[in-house]
């Protein structure tokens, strides 16, 4: 079972059909514990010699039906309990994805990818458990026990509390080790994540791994968190057999002594040393009906192994569930905005940002306009805060009031869905999904005609390339799109971001990977389609620079030059050193091609 906050609204949500399986479970019980009272009668009418056919055909009919009723009844139970378990899981992972997907990149940095993924896979494969298995288990051993029990008591009060004492015994014991028990789980998960981590990470980056030849490096390493795992996983598995081995030899003494005793009792009453009407059917009877409390036992002692397993999984979850969304729409203002109207004006207040968790400013009184549709480029020295400053403007992290604006508006005021429909985002690190080259280009709008698609792979100057494929635009990309090469990865990215057709698009060091012949059609095609519209470019090559409107110098996370390539050459000194590089690059690269 399981009562995190989080969790309790699933048993009102499915109540109907959680009571309609426990109902049926409960008839399925009540109809079970005929069969011994039957088998035991049969026995008696054998040792009478009272057993005529008639009464034979009887009995038979008798068990026939309650048969038919237990088959019926187990196939609901087993549909209503277990199939509410797979829905609750399913539930419960939509509101785990959708709540992830609300997380900052602050949350993504301080999780690693193995220990999120080890929440939707034995997490709440525990809870699906404790929703299905769980309730099958308490509703089953409450009532199979106490209507197994009642009928024991009929049979002999003596004997009854002969069995009842032990399995006291054995309820108190199962809950004293559910405490060892949970621990143990909990570190069994703990190294599951690590594991799951560690194989996400050497997966992502097995080409590095093959690279420097540390493959063997990689399995020694893989081996401690696989023995780990595995050391977790047996400490739990001996204290539940220690459980299982423990209550089992209980219930086996105890069926031992029914034995005995019931023996002794039909021996003195055919020897006449008492009068009871106990007799040798009744003892088979009652031994069945002792078997069947075995179930509930052990059912306890499963419970509350799974209520430890369970208990740990539920916080993992909601320590996920609770974590707040740092970036919201709780303070907006502007919520009428409409995005047509949007002309693609940006202009920086006086910003200075820190990320979370550090007192190091990355961006120091950051200040600059952009006109709409203007072409703009951002270049600078590595780590000097280019990324950060387009990444605030796509709320990846919150900031200060009147700090950023998008024509006029404030974006920390303004609905974070707008803010990132108005712009287009090509990333310094190019990711592409796992799905056919026309899906990701059209990722903004799956409803995107063929002919819009190939017209933006054309602008980003990936067409060609395309239709090189066997498959052309429907050629499966493989994960990250590891099939394809650098330059097609970032020209299949701007073409998703063209498409989108938004008033603001950014491009983090996007054409790094292509070469400058096609690095200046891709800008041309950029000045065609994008006529009117605010383009921002961070790059580190100037011939990327040169003939845009105009270029912001950043160093060390400050502004501290604005102008045009002409302007820039007259005051800025950082720019003039590192067109000076590049030509010397240029020239040395020159001689070597001669040679």
């Known amino acids: 079972m399981v009562f995190g906050k989080h969790f309790y609204k699933y048993y009102f949500r499915y109540f109907h059909t959680f009571l309609l399986g426990a109902i049926a479970l409960v008839v399925v019980d009540l109809f079970q514990l005929d069969i011994p009272e039957i088998v035991g009668q049969i026995i008696d009418a054998i040792k009478d010699q009272t057993l005529t056919k008639d009464l034979l055909l009887d009995f038979v009919e008798r068990l026939l039906i309650v048969a038919v009723i237990v088959f019926v009844g187990r196939f609901l139970w087993r549909i209503c309990i277990f199939g509410n378990g797979c829905k609750i899981e399913a539930d ?17 940095s301080n999780n690693k990818t193995g220990a999120l993924m080890a929440l939707y896979t034995n997490d709440l494969q525990t809870i699906r458990q404790s929703f299905g298995s769980g309730t099958l288990m308490l509703v089953d051993a409450l009532a199979l026990g106490i209507l197994a029990a009642i009928k024991m008591i009929k049979l002999n009060l003596v004997m009854t509390l002969i069995c009842i004492i032990p399995l006291i015994i054995v309820g108190v014991f199962s809950m004293l080790m559910r405490r060892r028990i949970s621990r143990k789980v909990k570190r069994n998960l703990e190294a599951f994540s690590s594991l799951s981590d560690y194989v996400q990470e050497t997966y992502s980056g097995i080409n590095v791994i093959k690279a420097y030849v540390k493959e063997r490096r990689k399995e020694l390493l893989f081996d401690g968190y696989n023995k780990e795992n595995k050391d977790t996983c047996i400490d739990f598995v001996k204290d539940h057999a220690f459980v299982q081995v423990t209550i089992g030899a209980i219930l086996s003494i105890v069926m031992v002594t029914i034995i005995f005793v019931g023996g002794l009792l039909i021996y003195q ?30 059912a306890i002692g499963d419970l509350i192994n799974l209520r430890g397993q369970s208990s740990a999984s539920e916080k993992r979850i909601s320590e996920l569930l609770d974590e707040t969304v740092e970036i919201n729409d709780l303070l ?14 940006i202009e920086y207040r006086d910003l200075t940002f820190n990320y979370p968790d550090s007192f190091v400013n990355v961006l120091e009184n950051v200040s ?22 387009v990444e605030l403007m796509l709320r990846l992290y919150n900031i200060d009031d009147d700090k950023i604006f998008i024509d006029g508006y404030d974006i920390m005021n303004m609905p974070l869905k707008l803010v990132r429909d108005i712009i287009a985002y090509v990333p310094q690190e190019t990711f592409l999904f796992k799905q056919t ?13 063929s002919e819009k698609i190939a017209e933006a792979a054309t602008y980003s100057g990936v067409a060609k390339d395309i239709l090189e494929f066997k498959d052309g635009y429907q050629t499966i990309l493989g994960e990250r799109g ?15 971001a063209l498409i989108k057709n938004a008033p603001i698009l950014i491009m983090d060091d996007s054409l790094s990977a292509v070469d400058t012949i096609t690095e200046s059609y891709i800008l041309n095609s950029l000045r065609e389609v994008r006529k009117g519209k605010t383009t921002i470019i961070i790059a580190h090559r100037i011939t990327t ?16 030059n604005i102008g045009t390539h002409e302007e ?21 690269e020159g001689d070597l091609d001669e040679r």
């Open 92 to 108: 419960i992972r939509n509101k785990m994805f959708r709540h992830m997907e609300k997380m900052s990149q602050t949350y993504f």
């Open 269 to 298: 009453a055919q020897t006449g040393k008492i009068i009871t009407n106990f007799t040798p059917g009744n003892l088979v009877t009652f031994n069945a009906y002792f078997g069947s409390l075995i179930w509930p036992v052990m």
């Open 332 to 345: 907006v203002e502007y919520n009428n905005i409409d995005p047509t109207t949007i002309k693609g004006e």
């Open 368 to 389: 600059f306009k952009i006109m709409p549709g203007e072409m703009v480029g951002i270049m600078g020295g590595t780590g000097c805060g280019k990324s950060t400053i």
């Open 437 to 449: 080259i026309d899906e990701n280009i059209a990722f903004s709008d799956s409803n995107l005609k």
């Open 482 to 496: 590891v099939t394809v090469s650098g330059g097609q990865k970032q020209r299949i990215a701007i073409a998703r």
């Open 545 to 560: 620079l040169e003939t845009l409107d105009k270029i912001i110098v950043v160093e060390d996370g400050k502004v501290t």
């Open 568 to 588: 820039l050459l007259k005051s800025s000194e950082a720019y003039k050193k590192e067109v000076a590089l590049q030509e010397l690059e240029k020239e040395v």
